[in-house]
């Protein structure tokens, strides 16, 4: 047994960072040196204890809500310092050995979320609240210094044991970052890698990162990306590990040299052994990290079910771990670990204490992974203690958190053997009654009214009684059975029943056998026994005489009722408390003196207790009950009241009070002698029991969250103090701030005061549930409630902060008058009276008066109450009420007129119009068509629809929706109400269609036209953006529904967005959802391997990078590259798909291009002609394919690009055009006129090149690229040499002649020699002759157009000023006409009048008409550009043309050069 007191004492906090800390102290009684431990609450929260013997040594008292964090000081001399963090915004520090404040502040403006005292600062306690703030507090200087790192909530902080400055913080979102205090909170580091809580930060505990074994290039998870900031290697970061838990189930290992993380360990799921935890629970993770100090290799950390695991880090590639007590069944915890904190002995022994959600604290030996003992701890207020009376020493105490614990007082190996029994329970325990005979048989009750039985040798759930009280159960008893049970057959009815009383007032028994059945109200018993026909009182407590014949009542008036088995007879009333009685306890049996087992002592709310003798009752069996109005002997001493009493069973007369002065009173009741007070509770206490085994010991429970042994021997005190020590806890309770109470229906007045002593009253709820809020909970039920950590308890809702507005009164004027002057309210019962008991006609003085006093209508017949009515209703419309008249109204019974009234005004409600029905069908038509034109004019369009649904009026709530523009609703209506095939759906749809459609809602559009069946209008709308993701859509929807050729163009569509954006990839995409534009994907095909050709010898500007696969990494002649494309790729081989491809492709033309033909649009029709021309030679159309290679020619000709001509001519005419000869056949058949331009352009090409290549100054491709782009001689450019001057031109034309010296000798290769004879082919007479011509025309329409022009400028400025007379502005006129800009010197003199013009332009246009078709339909060069640059090579180059080219050259430019344009040049060369 052992002399030594003993406590249970109240659970650390749950879901805090740091809760408990632990340090070694100096010298002490015990074996190991002490520890200090904290349980961490509202009112006590730190506590020391020492070991073997848990003694507590002190507690730290001040804090007025809960406490979230607590650290000692672990620097040696100022052990006995600690802090403490609480949600009442305080941070204290503490002198453990005085239990005072040392000093505190105040700095944080929200919740405190963590705490750390510095190890490596002596005076540093560093904190973080829930906004994000850092305060570091400096205690000797009494200095603070504020940090705002990151706008979120933190969880766990903790200070480098390294180096002074360096903190490490961990957020809820799972971001870890490292801050220097001393650089005003930089961040060092920002680990990224979690995504949930951060539970924990534990810092190696050795500088350095050669610890452990982790490859330095080893890449994990994380990203090769530096955290933070990157900051030179200072030895700052130089050095150590970091590790973090998290609730994202892993732990990571950080580097703080790189700033990145170096390991991950994941949680493993372990198969629970024998775990006492309920499956359906589904539990919140906490991951708590410990890195033992002298094992820098290892980590400790918490895991799923509050098992503990000892990692191996030294194979960063192995996760390798421990599980503690792996031998031993049962050592864990059973549900999740919240704190690791460590301890050295004196002999250097390494200890680790942990605290759970399972309210266990456990030690382990980090030597060998066991645990060394177990201190279990309460969650709730102790509300009952029981010691079995067949298994002694075994106490069973029921608890506030939802737990019943069953103590093994007299377990030698163990102080603390208790047992945890909460399968079933999930409430608050109030009541416990261990049963008389059966071992392990324990009865329970809770606080929602529950009552079961446990058998606390099994594992079994209990039984629970399918009869609940409606109220807390105070009190059980076993007792014997009584009617209906005790008249079943012997072996039918149990030896003892169960007894309960709740706080509702009633007394059930049970029946333990079958408490699924029904339990019996022993109340009708008592009533049928004793012939009782006024109201019972209500019962708060029931006791039965350790003989089973006389039961004991207490009730809530104060009275006590003795009855007398079997039938409950009523022997004794007595009347000594006049305030609810609490507890009743008979004397035991078996003392020296018989007599005392008839003493009763019972205790109320009015603190005295009273011992009543009820031998002389009993035995004399009294006819009619007496009543005992004096007692045996007064107990008076305590000031509060009493909560339980116990008698000694070692002791005749001898009895123990507890009370809520905070004190347990031992009593000498035969002599009213106090012998001793325990004062060791901070609290009030609820219970208390005398052991059955040790007469100096006595257990007692209190809501301090503890229950104490204690021995008697040991107390200083006599008796309850008297004054002092009540005023103290008063002075306590007071001085804690009253959080809001939850909502909670106020107290029947059947027994108000006796749910105070389990429940408690405002004052002790309050402490139970927003003190440690989590512990208080049951943890079932409160689990899910205590598991937010970041909302501070006793924070109320909003809607308990705001005061509920009272609502109005109905009858204001009524009410007014009810409470005017005493004398007028006299009067008006005369009044009333004289008319109600009046027999004959009421005379006109009382009518008058009746009539005056309308407020009595409420007393008198109907018609003054109607009177009244319209009186308040009158007052309710004039103080702008309506809807109160409109209830009066309806009292009135008038609610036809009710409606017309509030239709009238516009004041129609919902509520309204829902009562129409009750007057009537039509009625309720009216007012719902009524309240619709009323939501109208309010603009409460969709409401007003659904009420006339409501009376079926579809097409009228569909047509006003449409009208407002509610068109989604109105849809939604007519989808759900009409047949499909309405007509006005359809109208519906292409009515919001055409306005998303000008709204440029597009896809929402399309809907609405697929919704009416108009697919083709839902293609096109989807294709308006013109973007290409919208063609694709557009033409996949037409593809679907059937509209092939749309489908088909605008897929093409879609194709030429895409190359405009070089993306051959969708382009080639987009034309394969239609087997009609094959012909198309040949062409951009082309248009591809030319453009990667092109890029390749970069002569593209714009690049891209999504060739597809077959563009790149082919070579050879590029026509065989493109047919070998189109074999392997598009399946095109035999003649037939050949000529069905060139037949598509043929039907498309383009338009011719021009200088301002863009370049891409420019290559499309280019590639277009050049597939024309490969299909053609395919199918050996060889006239087909001269005709489309002549156009690709021509259209780059036409547009200037010298560049892309000569490539088409590299890549088709390799061999240049004699090839083509040949298989043209006969020289006179009717494509050899196009032949023949084709050839000449080909030779026009390379005199250019050969040209310019006789230049040196400039890089050879430079100057062709250049000079495609200033080719300025053709006839198309004509204009710019019109516009020129005349020295502009001569020295943009003759720029070469000055660079190359006539005496500079050239020497021409055979092929250019060839290709000079060759250019024979371009002195065509046919065709310089109609150039020429054409030439005319233009100039003659040119010098019209500018004549109409001046004639313009000319009306405009008579109209506009007084300029000169008539006949001067027409001479200015001609002079203007007859020298345009442009002209040379020689013509300015030269007027050319209108009839002139006209008959050189017809002049031109009959020679141009006589020439033959085959001449005109096909261009060919400039005969006379080209005479030019021979004559220029000529110059440059003597001996190269010959005397008979030049020749020939200067006649045809003498012949056909009379045109402006080349006059000049004419005269150049020919003279």
């Known amino acids: 047994m052992g002399q030594d007191p003993r406590t249970l004492p109240p659970s650390p906090n749950w879901y805090c960072a740091r809760c408990s ?30 070991r073997p013997h848990f003694r507590v040594i002190g507690e730290l008292v001040g804090h007025t809500e809960r406490v979230s964090g607590f650290t000692f000081s672990h620097h040696p001399g100022q052990y006995n310092l600690c802090a403490t963090s609480s949600d009442d915004g305080t941070v204290k520090i503490w002198d453990v050995e005085t239990k005072a404040v040392v000093t505190e502040h105040a700095l944080h403006q929200h919740t405190i979320s963590a705490l750390h005292w510095s190890p490596q600062v002596k005076d540093l306690i560093v904190s973080g609240d829930e906004k994000g703030v850092v305060f570091c507090y400096w205690l ?21 044991p390294h180096h002074e400055d360096l903190v490490a913080i961990g957020y809820k979102d799972g971001i870890v970052v490292i801050i220097d205090i001393s650089k005003k909170g930089e961040v060092i580091h920002r680990l990224r890698g979690h995504d949930d809580e951060i539970h924990s930060i534990a810092w190696c505990p050795l500088p350095g990162e050669d610890c452990l074994s982790i490859n330095q290039e080893e890449n994990s998870e994380e990203p090769e990306i530096p955290n933070g900031k990157v900051i030179e290697q200072t030895p700052v970061t130089k050095g150590c590990y970091l590790a973090t838990g998290s609730k994202d189930q892993t732990i990571r290992i950080w580097s703080c040299s790189r700033g990145r993380g170096v390991m991950i360990l994941k949680l493993p799921f372990l198969k629970r052994r024998g775990g006492g935890i309920d499956p359906t629970v589904k539990e919140r993770l906490w991951l708590t990290l410990h890195w033992p100090k002298d094992q820098p290799t290892q980590l400790v950390s918490s895991c799923f079910g509050g098992e503990l695991l000892l990692w191996d880090l030294t194979q960063s590639w192995r996760r390798k771990y421990t599980l503690f007590s792996a031998s031993s069944e049962g050592q864990n915890h059973s549900r999740i670990v919240f704190n690791l904190c460590p301890l050295q002995t004196e002999d250097d022994k390494q200890l680790l204490l942990s605290t759970s959600m399972d309210r266990d604290v456990k030690c382990w030996d980090m030597a060998t992974l066991e645990c060394c003992w177990t201190l279990p701890s309460l969650g709730g207020f102790a509300y009952s203690l029981a010691f079995s009376p067949v298994d002694m020493g075994c106490l069973a105490i029921g608890v506030g958190d939802g737990m019943i614990r069953v103590w093994n007082t007299l377990s030698i190996k163990n102080n603390y053997d208790v047992k945890n029994f909460w399968q079933g329970v999930k409430s608050k325990v109030t009541a416990l009654c261990w049963h008389p005979a059966k071992e392990g048989c324990l009865a329970f009750g809770t606080d929602d009214g529950k009552v079961g039985l446990y058998d606390t040798y099994s594992n079994k759930p209990p039984q629970i009684s399918s009869t609940y009280h409606k109220k807390t159960v105070y009190t059980l008893a076993w007792g014997p059975p ?26 059930l028994q049970h029946n333990p056998w079958k408490l699924g059945g029904e339990a019996y109200d022993i109340n009708k018993l008592i009533r049928d026994t004793n012939s009782i026909k006024y109201k019972l009182p209500v019962h708060t407590e029931i006791s039965w005489k350790a003989d089973g014949k006389i039961m004991a009542l207490g009730n809530e008036d104060g009275s006590i009722e003795i009855f007398q088995v079997p039938n409950l007879k009523l022997i004794c009333t007595i009347q000594q408390h006049h305030k609810l009685v609490n507890t009743i306890s008979w004397h035991h049996e078996h003392g020296s003196q018989p007599e005392l087992s008839y003493l009763m002592a019972s205790g109320s709310n009015n603190a005295i207790i009273y011992v009543h003798n009820l031998k002389t009752v009993i035995e004399s069996n009294p006819e009619s009950p007496v009543t005992i109005t004096e007692p045996y002997r007064t107990l ?55 052991s059955p085994l040790d007469p100096d010991c006595i257990y007692s429970g209190a809501d301090d969250f503890c229950v104490y042994k204690w021995l008697t021997s040991m107390q200083e005190h006599s008796r309850p103090p008297q004054g002092k020590k009540s005023i103290e806890l008063e002075k306590k309770r007071l001085s804690q701030p009253k959080p809001k109470p939850k909502k909670k229906k106020k107290p029947t007045s059947r027994a108000p005061v006796k749910q105070e002593v389990y429940d408690g009253n405002e004052d002790e709820s309050i402490r139970e549930s927003s003190g440690p809020v989590e512990n208080g909970v049951s943890d079932q039920e409160g689990e899910e409630e205590a598991r937010e950590p970041e909302f501070p308890s006793g924070v109320a809702s909003v809607e308990s902060l705001t005061k509920k507005r009272k609502a109005r009164s109905m009858l204001p004027l009524t009410t007014s008058l009810d409470h005017r002057s005493k004398e007028e309210l006299h009067q008006d019962c005369l009044v009333l009276a004289t008319a109600k008991h009046s027999k004959a006609e009421l005379n006109e003085e009382v009518s008058a008066d009746l009539e005056e006093r309308f407020h009595l209508g409420l007393f008198t017949d109907r018609g003054a109450l109607y009177r009244m009515i319209e009186v308040e209703g009158k007052g309710h419309l004039e103080n702008g009420h309506p809807e109160l008249f409109h209830q009066l109204m309806l009292w009135k019974g008038d609610l036809k007129g009710v409606l017309q009234t509030a239709a009238e005004r516009g004041e129609l409600t919902d509520s309204l119009v829902a009562m129409a029905p009750v007057a009537g069908y039509h009625v309720w038509l009216w007012a719902v068509e009524a309240f619709a034109k009323q939501l109208c004019f309010q603009d409460q369009y969709v409401k007003a629809a659904s009420h006339l649904l409501s009376i079926h009026k579809v097409y009228e709530a569909v047509e006003l929706l449409k009208s407002n523009h509610f068109y989604r609703e109105a849809i939604a209506v007519a989808k759900a109400r009409l047949r499909p095939e309405d007509p006005i759906l359809k109208d519906l749809y292409l009515t919001w269609g055409a306005i998303l459609e000008k709204d440029g809602h597009y896809a929402v559009a399309a809907k609405c036209y697929l919704g009416a069946a108009s697919a ?11 973007d290409a993701a919208s063609l694709k859509t557009a033409a996949e929807l037409a593809s679907i529904v059937g509209e092939n050729e749309l489908s088909s163009s605008l897929a093409l569509r879609c194709a030429q967005e895409l190359l405009l954006a070089r993306n051959w990839v969708g382009a080639q995409e987009a034309l394969k959802l239609h087997e009609s534009l094959k012909g198309q994907r040949l062409v951009f095909c082309l248009l591809e391997l030319l453009s990667k050709h092109l890029e390749e010898r970069q002569l593209l500007e714009a690049k891209s990078s999504s060739y597809n696969a077959w563009a790149t990494g082919t070579a050879g002649p590029f026509v065989e590259r493109v047919t070998a494309v189109w074999k392997n790729t598009f399946s095109l081989e035999s003649p037939e798909q050949y000529q069905a491809a060139l037949q598509q492709l043929q039907s498309i033309k383009y338009p011719s291009a021009t200088n301002n033909t863009p370049s891409k649009q420019l290559l499309l029709h280019i590639c277009h002609d050049l597939t024309l021309a490969v299909l053609s030679q395919q199918v050996a159309s060889w006239d087909a394919a001269v005709e489309a290679l002549l156009r690709a020619v021509v259209r780059s000709y036409d547009s200037g690009n ?20 040949h298989k043209l056949g006969e020289p006179q058949s009717p494509i050899t006129p196009a032949f023949k331009s084709l050839e000449a352009f080909y030779i026009y090409g390379h005199l250019y090149e050969f040209w310019w290549s006789l230049s040196r100054h400039c890089p050879k491709s430079g100057i062709w690229v250049r000079a495609a782009h200033r080719r300025t001689t053709s006839v198309e450019q004509s204009q710019q040499i019109n516009n020129a001057t005349p020295e502009e031109t001569d020295s943009r034309d003759s720029q070469p002649e000055p660079n190359r010296p006539p005496e500079l000798d050239v020497r021409l290769t055979e092929e250019s020699k060839q290709m000079l004879i060759t250019c024979k082919e371009l002195f065509s007479e046919k065709h310089a002759s ?17 004549m109409i022009r001046q004639h313009q400028k000319s009306q405009v400025c008579k109209s506009t000023t007084n300029g000169p007379d008539k006949n001067e502005s027409e001479q200015a006129a001609e002079q203007s006409l007859s020298s345009p800009q442009n002209e040379c010197k020689e013509e300015k003199n030269q007027p050319l009048s209108l ?26 060069p400039d005969v006379l550009e080209c005479c030019l640059i021979l004559l220029h090579i000529g110059s440059q180059c003597p001996g190269s043309v010959t005397q008979d080219m030049q020749q020939q050259a200067q006649e045809l430019l003498q012949k056909y050069g009379n045109t402006k344009v080349y006059k000049r040049y004419c005269e150049t060369f020919c003279t």
């Not at 909560?643 to 809520?660: E, K, M, N």
């Not at 010298?1202 to 000869?1221: N, R, Y």
């Not at 054409?1334 to 500018?1346: D, H, K, N, P, Y």
């Open 1016 to 1026: 083709y209008d839902a293609a096109k709308v989807l294709s308006k953006k013109g």
């Open 1202 to 1221: 010298f560049t892309i001509m000569q490539e088409v001519h590299s890549a088709f005419l390799p061999e240049g055009c004699d090839h083509l000869k």
């Open 140 to 160: 000797n200087r009494n200095d603070s210094q504020h940090h705002f790192i990151e706008p979120r909530t933190i969880f766990c902080l903790t200070c480098s």
């Open 21 to 50: 800390d632990a340090v070694p102290g100096a010298s002490s009684a015990s074996q190991r040196g002490p520890l200090c431990f904290l349980s961490a609450w509202a009112r006590t929260p730190a506590r020391s204890l020492g």
């Open 1395 to 1420: 009839p002139e013009l006209t008959k050189r332009l017809t002049e031109a246009n009959e020679k141009i008409a006589k020439f033959p078709e085959s001449v005109k339909i096909w261009p060919f």
């Open 482 to 507: 009584l009617p209906p049970i005790s008249l079943g057959g012997e072996g039918d009815r149990p030896s003892l029943t169960l007894y309960s009383c709740g706080g509702e007032g009633i007394v």
């Open 636 to 690: 008076s001493g305590h000031t509060a009241k009493i909560t339980s009493v116990a008698w000694s069973p070692h002791h005749d007369g001898r009895l123990v009070s507890a009370s809520y002065d905070g004190t347990a009173q031992v009593w000498d009741t035969l002599r009213e002698e106090p012998l001793c007070n325990f004062r060791g509770h901070r609290g009030r206490l609820l219970c208390v029991a005398w």
């Open 1330 to 1346: 109609l150039q020429n011509s054409q030439r005319t025309v233009a100039e003659v329409q040119e010098t019209l157009a500018e």
